[in-house]
């Protein structure tokens, strides 16, 4: 009989050491503050040095007595600096091992490659996919020194389905996405035969409320979308994509740089303020999935639904009319949770 997948399940955080990627926003910083206040000790690392100081002055502010939380500098996509932190947070906490490893840091961008530029390209995929390469390679001994280890790597829905829609392609981070996802299954028959103190969880989140699209902007080292030049606006809507965007309804004719501005800012704001699923409530079912032994965690019920069609109609990946037909007659599809 073939051996059991789910193995392993934490009855509590508590008392265990946490790295967590991208700790400064979003899921990572709920991850941490979470983790936390569960007594995990936490070191959290992001690009942003400033926000993951602000993440883990306030976990541990909030956290009960006896745990540490420390927030470290390192963008993930450089394995000398993810070395560094590795080595930082291993003196900061006098430990000589970690029990679980979240490997969440991400951006989006280089949507086409046909025509974003290649640096964005892969700059996106150098984060997404090698942040994810270079933590596994430096934390993988520590987390086999644990006994008792989780490594969990976030994907995306765009982890096993390439798109984002009609006329919304998703190159760069569809590929890393996907690279993450087939990397984290394959170790899990690479752990159960050569490392079974450690275990692998991939976390799949479908929309979740977060500043990913600025924070995305920042890690390429443009301003806040407030902040930005009307030469950084055009730039990155270019009169192509003004024209499809203007054929959508979405941008008037004629529009003007602070149009496009507005359109940044707001385009943030609704991603962040209008999904279906909380960045606290995602932490949540990623610790639940985590705790539970669950290999394969998806968050949100529009994960769950296009996880499900892709399965049950592969061939309809890519035809979206056929792939989401009869959606309005399915009430779970992106009803918001609380
Ligand atoms: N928000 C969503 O709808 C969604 C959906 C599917 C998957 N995801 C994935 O979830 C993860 C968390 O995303 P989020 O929505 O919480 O975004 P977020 O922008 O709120 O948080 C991500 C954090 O990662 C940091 N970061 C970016 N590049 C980094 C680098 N090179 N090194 C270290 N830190 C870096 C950012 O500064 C930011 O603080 C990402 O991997 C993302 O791709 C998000």
């Known amino acids: 009989m073939a051996p059991q997948v789910r193995i392993m399940a934490v009855d509590s955080f508590a008392g265990k050491l946490a790295v967590v990627t991208g700790g400064g926003s979003g899921m990572g910083r709920e991850l941490v503050r979470q983790l936390a206040a569960q007594g995990c000790s936490v070191a959290a690392c992001d690009l942003n040095g400033d926000a993951v100081a602000v993440t883990a002055a306030t976990a541990w502010a909030a956290a009960p007595p006896g745990i540490q939380v420390t927030g470290h500098a390192c963008d993930v996509s450089d394995e000398a600096q993810v070395l560094r932190f590795r080595d930082e947070l291993l003196e900061q906490h006098a430990s000589d091992h970690v029990d679980l490893v979240f490997s969440n840091a991400g951006i989006g961008g280089g949507e086409s490659f046909v025509s974003s530029p290649r640096e964005v390209w892969e700059r996106t995929f150098a984060i997404d996919w090698c942040g994810v390469y270079y933590c596994a390679r430096a934390f993988l001994p520590l987390l086999i020194a644990s006994g008792d280890g989780v490594l ?124 279906p699923v909380s960045a606290a409530k995602a932490a949540t079912v990623i610790l639940d999935g985590v705790r539970s032994g669950s290999w394969r965690i998806l968050v949100g019920e529009d994960a769950k639904m296009i996880d499900a069609r892709v399965r049950a109609k592969p061939e309809a990946a890519y035809d979206y009319a056929e792939l989401f037909s009869g959606l309005a007659a399915e009430p779970a599809a992106g009803t918001p949770e609380p």
């Open 152 to 275: 969990v790597n976030t994907s995306s829905v765009n982890g096993f389905w390439a798109s984002l829609g009609p006329g919304m392609p998703n190159t760069a981070y569809a590929a890393a996405k996907f690279a993450v996802r087939g990397f984290s299954e394959a170790l899990i028959e690479d752990l159960r035969a050569n490392a079974p103190q450690v275990r692998v969880a991939v976390v799949m989140p479908g929309h979740v409320g977060t500043d990913i699209i600025a924070n995305s902007l920042r890690a390429r080292g443009l301003p806040a979308p407030e902040q930005m030049s009307d030469a950084q606006v055009e730039e990155l809507i270019p009169r192509d994509t003004q024209t499809q965007l203007i054929g959508a309804g979405l941008l008037a004719e004629g529009a003007s740089a602070g149009d496009l501005r507005q359109l940044l800012v707001r385009g943030n704001a609704d991603f962040r303020d209008k999904a």
